[in-house]
């Protein structure tokens, strides 16, 4: 089951295009190069409507330049992205962001010099301009940062949060613009427990209206609860995807997160 | 016919060195501290009157003169704005560096104007008495030979420091990361020292090379040491061989077109253009970084005024001028109008670069296009006039953008200022007629008198007024964040559906307009204008005096306007105060770099406290909680309220 097209197994082998099925997202046979490194090599992941797909691995792996790829602000040195039925390989990242990919930002990318409320207020209204969603973006942001339990911090500017909350703020902006895909980076890192185990149910609530996460994680815990799927990225090759199960029993994964404690991590019951 | 092409090979190849030499310098500094030194021909102008001050002027031996200049004053001096004026830098946004350096730029101007009158000529001979040797028919002189030698050892002695000396390979490790540099054992702050030490040798040496094959006058040393720029660029500001290459190429074109070029017409003045084309060609042709991302801005703006605040003080303002209007003789009135025509002028500043980050050293270019069109068209004060000023202003400032919209900070700097060089010295004595001057009557409102300086006055006030509130409120609607948004993380705006270059193109359109309407008011205030009122150089001391006022208040514009205006009220009484004020300009713009929001910013933040005195609180956006209660994540900010409030201040 470590072999990298076992979720695209449905794709017969003389026709790479064909794609998964149920996919809203799909990666075929990505690589990028920086300069003399393989930051990327033949990377092929897909994301379903409805579901959490996990995107794991180690520090440097190449998860956040996946992210990259996909949405259009790292050009891959070859490979393809389709999102739902079309190819955007060659389109710039605001014409994909219109098709419904929405992400959040290992480094930070908040609007530093507006507040909570505005950070969200202005995606909604991005939201509004590119699409036929009539609803007032005060509504709509008034009513994410309540979903994302920023409410009372919303009059804040957001470069006086700390970071935790900041990612929040990320995640908000993102839900406005309703995006079918998300792209989540880390949003959990720098929440207690209790916010994790929040953040994790909001996630499983988006799904339930048809959104597709695809998360990138350090919490083992959370991706194990939430995940539906999982690839694993070491040194920017897929090594190994399926169910948490499976993937958490390889031992291709389990070696690359070096050493006992983490392959416990992995292994091992939720702590 | 050959011996004519060899002897303008020789000046070709000696115009190339001192760029080269200029380059080198500029490189030097940015690849080790991040910031681009815009003084760097200032630096050398100085360096050159210094030569000048103890050779010719105190009899110093010539070489003792060189060596003093080039090895004690000089990075002496290097050493004294690292210090000071760089050293808090590092880091900061580019057009905060930006600022800081060109009021370095001023107030070296400033203060060579005052040691050395501008009215008195100064003349710098050749070295070697203009001996030479004879090379075929060509008078090769010794001097040549000393720029190309130094040029050469230079280039050859910066190879050995960059790749076989610890110190060279630190430099080139520091801007990098200083911190990493630390940590192995390197003293970046010392290596950092020693570029700006060098640095300043080298802006030195350039400038005593070249003064004597053009003249000792400051300004004009200050800026043909600009051209160097273009050979700086061409190395990327990193590639030392590619940028003297480049050098040597513009310094032979040049000649060359000199020689073949017509002697008359626009072809004949193409080779003063020349190093800022290439400037602007390669700017363009340069493969741009990626999306930038988000970046640490540096000072918190002020709180954007409200409507209601913002209408009031507008209202005040146009009341006030009336009521001082009757005190105020003509002449002054004419001042004042000019004041409110620059700050409508550096109200696109605040637009531009205020809320929209992006620096644009071409701001007077557009409003010399406004004051041209209301020049031609505007006949009888005719709105035709006005509308066509800002219409134009516009659509080039579109034209502009459109190419340079990828670029980052410093390079749309030097893009912008490369177009305002070009358009100053090959477009604007066409546009404003061979004379020079250009009539250019005021604008006439419909049953509003408009004729005397009084009444001009107070119009120009009105316009500034309603400007200043249209611009507060863009700022406040959906377009004014999406500018900010832009400015703060082009990244995220881009995977939020943003079409981030539009953004860009619409509001550098607007600021282009705004300040060719500016230029039409200020051609009104004297009823005609030329040329040398809107060369490069001011749009530099714009920018200075939007950053000195404030950038991002309007409030801002209006105080950097008075500053000038003050200024142009006191000198009939204070003569010096000609000298003094590039000097205080420049000295002003330098203590940006301390405090980037500027007198503005300080008023919004005395203004802040005295309401929290006061009692009257600042109400934040309204935000209606609980409108979705019952969902699980509202039940879980009920829970975690406590914590978060916590965690938030």
Redo the contacts between chains.
């Keep these: 089951m470590s072999a990298p097209a076992t979720d695209l197994a449905s794709r017969s082998g003389a026709d790479p295009v064909r794609r998964d099925p149920h996919a809203v997202l799909e990666v075929l046979n990505t690589s990028v190069r920086f300069g003399g490194i393989n930051a990327l090599t033949d990377v092929s992941l897909s994301a379903r409507t409805g579901q959490i797909t996990g995107l794991i691995g180690p520090n440097g792996a190449g998860k956040t330049t996946t992210f990259n790829v996909i949405?259009?602000?790292?050009h891959p040195t070859q490979g393809r992205v389709f999102i739902g039925d079309q190819e955007v390989s060659g389109l710039?990242?605001?014409r994909?962001?219109?098709l419904g990919?929405?992400?959040t930002?290992q480094?930070?990318?908040?609007?530093?010099?507006?507040?909570v409320?505005?950070?969200v207020?202005?995606?909604a209204?991005?939201?509004r301009?590119?699409s036929d969603d009539g609803t007032p973006?005060r509504?709509v942001?008034?009513?994410i940062?309540?979903?994302?339990?920023?409410?009372?911090?919303?009059?804040?500017?957001v470069?006086?949060?700390?970071t935790?909350?900041a990612r929040l703020v990320?995640l908000g902006?993102?839900l406005a613009?309703r995006p079918r895909l998300l792209l989540l980076d880390e949003v959990g890192s720098g929440l207690?427990h209790?916010?994790t185990a929040?953040l994790g149910?909001?996630m499983l609530?988006l799904t339930r209206d048809g959104t597709a996460i695809l998360l990138v994680e350090h919490d083992v815990d959370l991706v194990m609860r939430v995940c539906d799927r999982i690839f694993v990225l070491d040194f920017g090759r897929i090594i190994s995807s399926g169910s948490p199960a499976q993937v958490r029993k390889d031992p291709a994964v389990q070696a690359a997160y070096l050493g006992a404690e983490a392959s416990t991590e992995l292994a091992g019951e939720p702590a | 016919m050959g011996s004519e092409l060899l002897s303008f090979t020789v000046v070709g190849l000696v115009t190339g060195c001192v760029y080269a030499l200029i380059a080198t310098g500029l490189v030097v500094t940015y690849t080790t501290t991040g910031i681009f030194n815009f003084a760097h021909g200032a630096i050398g102008m100085a360096a050159a009157f210094m030569f000048w001050q103890l050779w010719i002027s105190w009899h110093v031996n010539p070489v003792l003169a060189l060596v003093l200049v080039l090895f004690v004053i000089a990075p002496l001096f290097g050493l004294v704005i690292e210090r000071l004026l760089m050293r808090p830098l590092y880091g900061a946004p580019t057009d905060v560096t930006v600022v800081v350096t060109l009021g370095l730029l001023l107030a070296l101007v400033g203060m060579a104007q005052s040691f050395w009158k501008p009215n008195t000529t100064h003349i710098l001979p050749l070295f070697f008495h203009a001996n030479g040797f004879r090379l075929g028919q060509v008078l090769v002189s010794y001097h040549a030979v000393t720029a190309i030698a130094a040029t050469v050892a230079i280039a050859l002695g910066l190879r050995v420091l960059f790749n076989r000396t610890r110190l060279g390979i630190a430099m080139r490790a520091v801007v990098d990361n200083p911190d990493l540099l630390a940590m192995a054992g390197g003293r970046p702050a010392q290596v950092q020292q020693f570029a700006w030490m060098l640095g300043c040798s080298l802006a030195a040496l350039a400038g005593i090379l070249l003064a004597p094959l053009a003249q000792l006058d400051i300004l004009l040393l200050t800026l043909l040491v600009v051209d160097g720029y273009a050979a700086a660029i061409i190395g990327r500001l990193r590639n030392l061989p590619l940028a003297v290459l480049g050098a040597l190429a513009i310094g032979l074109g040049q000649n060359y077109l000199i020689e073949f070029a017509p002697g008359s017409g626009f072809l004949s003045r193409i080779y003063n253009i020349l190093p800022m084309v290439v400037l602007f060609a390669v700017l363009i042709l340069l493969p741009q970084d990626?999306?930038r991302?988000?970046s640490f801005?540096g000072a918190?703006?002020p709180r954007v005024a409200g409507l209601k605040s913002s209408v009031v003080w507008a209202v005040l303002l146009v009341v006030g001028c009336v009521l001082i209007s009757f005190g105020l003789s003509p002449s002054n009135l004419r001042i004042g109008a000019n004041g409110f025509a620059i700050a409508l002028i550096l109200l696109s500043l605040v637009l531009l670069t205020g809320y929209g980050g992006m620096v644009s050293l071409c701001q007077m270019t557009f409003a010399g296009l406004g004051a041209v069109m209301m020049g031609h068209l505007g006949h009888g004060g005719s709105l035709v006039g006005v509308v066509t000023a800002v219409a134009l202003a516009a659509a080039v400032g579109a034209l502009i953008a459109l190419p340079t919209l990828k670029m980052r900070g410093l390079y749309l700097a030097l893009a912008t200022f490369a177009f305002a060089t070009v358009m100053q010295q090959a477009v604007f004595t066409q546009l404003f007629g061979t004379g020079g001057n250009l009539e250019v009557p005021r604008p006439h409102i419909p049953g509003i008198p408009t004729d005397s300086d009084r009444q001009f006055f107070i119009l120009t006030a009105a316009v500034f007024a309603v400007a200043s509130v249209g611009i507060l409120a863009l700022r406040r609607s959906?377009f004014g964040?999406?500018l900010?948004?832009v400015?703060?993380?082009p990244?995220?705006?881009?995977?939020?559906?943003?079409?981030?270059n539009w953004t860009k193109l619409t509001v550098f359109t607007i600021a282009a307009g705004l300040a060719g309407l500016g230029g039409a008011l200020v051609g009104g205030v004297a009823g005609q204008v030329d040329a040398n009122g809107f060369v490069a150089l001011q749009s530099l001391v714009l920018l200075l005096l939007a950053r000195v006022g404030g950038i991002n208040t309007a409030t801002g514009a209006f105080l950097g306007a008075s500053t000038l205006t003050l200024f142009a009220v006191l000198q009939p009484h204070v003569p010096q105060l000609g000298n003094l004020q590039f000097l205080l300009t420049g000295l002003a713009a330098i203590s940006v770099g301390r405090d980037p929001n500027g007198a503005g910013g300080r008023i919004a933040e005395l203004a802040a406290k005295a309401r929290e005195i006061f009692g009257i609180e600042h109400r934040?956006?309204v935000?209606?909680?609980?409108?979705?209660?019952g969902?699980?994540?509202?039940v879980?900010?009920d829970?975690?309220?406590g914590?978060?409030?916590g965690?938030?201040?």
Excluded: M
Excluded at chain 1, 71 to 74: C, E, V, Y
Excluded at chain 1, 107 to 115: D, H, I
Excluded at chain 1, 159 to 162: I, K, N
């Design positions: 949405t259009g602000l790292q710039p990242p605001y994909r962001a219109r990919i929405a992400r930002f480094r930070l990318e908040v609007f530093g010099s507006l507040t409320f505005e950070n207020l202005a995606a209204e991005f939201h301009s590119w973006p509504q942001a008034s009513e940062v309540n979903r994302v339990g920023l409410a009372t911090v919303a009059g804040a500017r470069d006086a949060l700390p935790g909350l990320e902006r993102a613009t207690n209790d916010e929040a149910d909001l609530d | 990626r999306l991302t988000a801005s918190v703006a959906s964040r999406r900010v948004a400015n703060d993380s990244a995220a705006c881009a995977t939020l559906g943003v079409n981030v934040d956006p935000v209606p909680v609980g409108a979705v209660a969902t699980p994540a509202a879980f900010l829970e975690e309220e914590r978060l409030v965690a938030g201040h």
